[in-house]
T-cell receptor, first 116, second 116 residues
Framework: GAVVSQHPSWVICKSGTSVKIECRSL??????MFWYRQFPKQSLMLMAT?????????EQGVEKDKFLINHASLTLSTLTVTSAHPEDSSFYIC????????????FGPGTRLTVT | AQTVTQSQPEMSVQEAETVTLSCTYD???????LFWYKQPPSRQMILVIR??????QNATENRFSVNFQKAAKSFSLKISDSQLGDTAMYFC?????????????FGQGTTLQVKP
């Protein structure tokens, strides 16, 4: 149980275009999902908390207009990187809690974004 | 502010031997959870072990055990009978809230290499 999937696993896009990454909870409903960014050999940096049916809460320093998050259902959250630039190239990981009262999070396999 | 510190960027151990990864944290919260996550070369984050702060007994999961020293705010991970598959980056993480307000705060990570 507690499986989280992400799609795509790897995407290459041209500078100036937008790209959408999907995060799905496969065997549970997630009222809250989280989006992280990770650079090579570094730790995970929380970008935003995604709440089903409401606006996402962004961490300080994260551009809301560049990283659009939509949590339209209890099993799907999406991250759209708008007007992507090479510096947006990174590994993006989502996670979710099985129950709202849980403390631990279960992670998707991540999406590697390369902007050329 | 809550912080998590892993002071060992890299470690290595011979197969079948025991290794201990260090983690310290700082918080003023009284109710919280601590975790160790493993990130192998596939980059999939895997929950290794969890510890509730109110429990004095150290958590154990097969070959993985923790030494939780609440007063010292220390949370080390011991891996016994190390296996090649244990080669990964290990992250210590702290969570002080659940639901849509809680977050996971990660340490910098320790890269562990198990040598044959």
């Amino acid at each position: 149980g507690a499986v989280v999937s992400q799609h795509p696993s790897w995407v290459i896009c041209k500078s100036g275009t937008s790209v959408k990454i999907e995060c799905r909870s496969l065997d549970f409903q997630a009222t809250t999902m989280f989006w992280y960014r990770q650079f090579p050999k570094q730790s995970l940096m929380l970008m935003a908390t995604s709440n089903e049916g409401s606006k996402a809460t962004y961490e300080q320093g994260v551009e809301k207009d560049k990283f659009l998050i939509n949590h339209a259902s209890l099993t799907l959250s999406t991250l759209t990187v708008t007007s992507a630039h090479p510096e947006d190239s990174s590994f993006y990981i989502c996670s979710a809690r099985v129950r709202p009262t849980d403390y631990e999070q279960y992670f998707g396999p991540g999406t590697r974004l390369t902007v050329t | 502010a809550q912080t998590v510190t892993q002071s060992q960027p890299e470690m290595s151990v011979q197969e079948a031997e025991t290794v201990t990864l260090s983690c310290t944290y700082d918080t003023s919260e009284s109710n919280y959870y601590l975790f160790w996550y493993k990130q192998p070369p596939s980059r999939q984050m895997i929950l290794v072990i969890r510890q509730e702060a109110y429990k004095q007994q150290n958590a154990t999961e097969n070959r993985f055990s923790v030494n939780f020293q609440k007063a010292a705010k220390s949370f080390s991970l011991k891996i016994s009978d190390s296996q090649l598959g244990d080669t990964a980056m290990y992250f210590c993480a702290f969570s002080y809230g659940s639901g849509n307000t809680g977050k996971l705060i990660f340490g910098q990570g320790t890269t562990l290499q198990v040598k044959p």
